[in-house]
């Protein structure tokens, strides 16, 4: 109805009432009541939109929140939909994000999801009838920040007493990181409460240093973020910390199961008490001394760091060749290793050929004759660095095999472990003190 329409009926009814009041003789009462009543139905105000209020939100979190309003007044028609709607800016109308939530007047929940973390929003009620939308009054909230992501670094520059990692933080959950860095210990699943060095705080990737370690020791490595979300970790590495001989000779280090092993061949010449240990390379003198000897394979420096020195028994028996805290295997702590690896028990204690691929998964990845490098899915490393032989003194299979000393056998036998290239099995025998073998040390 138009504002004229309105003009004429609002004049023509308030004259029909002065009319009433002042001519009661041209028309009975009742039937002038029941005209006036008639022509005064058709002066019904039109509908207006409706009145309503937002309620406040409830139960945010990083990507959700609840929240709805309250239709006070109708406006005078049906409420033909509702809902709130929402946006980053002030005054979000319902032609942006908004939710459905039926029809009718009253209050009204709803959930509204696929919310950025850690973002500032401004949400309204609204409701519309056949006179238009109407707002509620503006209401702000804050999504909580979501965790944020990290992976941790490979593990490099590992030393007798430290070692390097890091992370990248790919997301940092919407919110400022305060904190980052990483953290270690001899446990598993190391955390902030453990031993850690901060990399300062903000997004992006970075470096870490770990000091202080303990030599020939098996660590665990998680980096880690920090922001209002709380502190989250990357995946965990491991590492061993290289070994130190009385030389300053440093040698990787690998746990295999329980045990803490080096990783390389012995090439110390002096015991662990600075003591000399005699170099013999003559055949003869080799063969005939019953005291501690060593050498180089072919007399030769040169393979000092790819296949360490070799001993004879008498080196090894001494009780002090390996570095202070560790020792010469015992036959025992060789099965117990083969065992870890698989050997099966009804084989461990045979002498002779054992086993199925124990061999395989010790010998190094390279380093042997094509065709016959292994997995060293064990750390161990073996490489093919031959032996001297105790009746001759001579220098034999460098290149095809390699032996280590174990445990005293009897009174001229002492028990060793042997790996060759054309095999994935691992032998065990014993043979003269008097032979030239390499060491590996056990951690006590």
């Known amino acids: 109805m138009d504002n004229t329409t309105n003009t004429i009926r609002t ?54 929140v609840v929240c709805g309003g309250e239709i006070i007044d109708d406006g005078g028609a049906p409420v033909t939909a509702k809902g709130v709607c929402w946006g980053v800016d002030t005054e979000p109308v319902f032609e942006g994000f908004h939710t459905d939530d039926g029809t009718g007047s009253g209050s009204f929940s709803t959930a509204i999801t696929g919310l950025d973390p850690n973002t500032l929003y401004y949400i309204r009620a609204f409701a519309v009838n056949s006179a238009g939308i109407a707002y509620g009054n503006e209401i702000s909230f804050t999504t909580s920040a979501a965790a944020a992501v990290i992976t941790t670094n490979n593990i490099s520059d590992i030393s007798v007493n430290g070692a390097v990692s890091g992370g990248v933080i790919t997301y940092d959950g919407n919110a400022e990181i305060t904190d980052k860095g990483v953290c270690w210990s001899t446990g598993t699943l190391p955390e902030i409460t453990d031993s850690f060095k901060s990399a300062g705080s903000g997004p992006g990737s970075f470096t870490s240093s770990m000091t202080g370690l303990l030599p020939g020791t098996r660590y665990y490595v998680r980096a880690y ?79 000092k760091e790819t ?41 461990v204690g045979l002498w002779d050929w054992r086993g199925t691929d124990q061999g395989t998964q010790m010998k190094s990845t390279t380093g042997w004759a094509d065709g016959e490098n ?45 790996v060759d290239g054309n095999t994935g099995e691992v032998f065990r025998n014993a043979t003269s003190k008097k032979g030239g073998k390499y060491v590996r040390c056990v951690k006590d």
């Open 225 to 303: 973020a920090v922001n209002s979300a709380g502190t989250v970790y990357g995946e965990q590495k491991t590492f061993n910390t290289m070994l130190s001989d009385i030389e300053g000779n440093t040698y990787r280090t690998v746990t295999i199961g329980s045990q803490v092993w080096m990783a390389e061949n012995l090439r110390s010449t002096r015991f662990n008490d600075n003591t000399d240990i005699p170099n013999i390379e003559e055949d003869a003198e080799w063969i005939s001394t019953t005291s501690p000897a060593w050498c180089w394979m072919l007399n030769d420096i040169r393979y």
């Open 307 to 347: 296949f360490g020195a070799l001993y004879n028994w008498y080196a090894v028996n001494s009780g002090k060749l390996c570095p202070s805290g560790w020792h010469i295997p015992s036959d025992e702590e060789y099965k117990t290793l083969e065992l870890f690896l698989g050997m099966p028990v009804d084989q």
């Open 11 to 64: 004049s023509t009814c308030n004259s029909a009432k002065k009319y009433n009041a002042r001519s009661g003789r041209t028309i009975s009462n009742v039937l002038l009541f029941v005209a006036v009543s008639l022509f005064l139905s058709g002066c019904v105000k039109d509908p207006v939109i409706p009145v309503l209020k937002t309620i406040s939100v409830t139960d945010i979190t990083m990507n959700s």
């Open 374 to 418: 292994g997995t060293n899915s064990s750390g161990f490393s073996a490489l093919p660095g031959g032996y001297r032989y105790g009746a001759t003194g001579a220098f034999n299979a460098l290149g095809v095999l390699t032996y280590w000393w174990s445990s005293e056998y009897s009174d001229i036998y002492a028990v060793y472990r042997r």
